[in-house]
């Protein structure tokens, strides 16, 4: 018995809370949904940008090593020698 109203209760507390006007002074629900999507959207924004930025300074550091990588003999030959000491 007890379970089926505290079932009756639970259910009309949705009910209740629907019933209920907004207050002043307070967002609606519409508004802040918004602001949050707005928000949202800078922030992936935001995110690709950064990712770009990983993927473009990842490529140029595996061009920089194969670039040293077909330069190191060039450059050893080109290296003068000092005296041995």
């Known amino acids: 018995m007890q379970q089926n109203g505290q079932e009756q209760q ?12 907004e207050r002043e002074g307070e967002p609606n629900s519409a508004a802040v949904s918004a602001q949050v999507e707005e928000r949202l959207t ?4 935001k995110a690709e940008e950064c990712l770009d930025l ?4 990842q ?5 920089y090593r194969r670039r040293m990588t ?5 450059c050893v030959a080109l290296t003068p020698v000092t005296g041995a000491r």
């Not at 639970?10 to 006007?21: D, F």
């Not at 490529?59 to 061009?63: E, G, H, I, L, Q």
């Open 10 to 21: 639970e259910r009309k507390r949705p009910q209740q809370a629907a019933e209920q006007p």
């Open 70 to 74: 077909h330069r190191s003999p060039e």
């Open 59 to 63: 490529a140029d550091f595996v061009n």
């Open 54 to 57: 990983l993927w473009r300074t």
């Open 42 to 45: 800078a922030e992936q924004q």
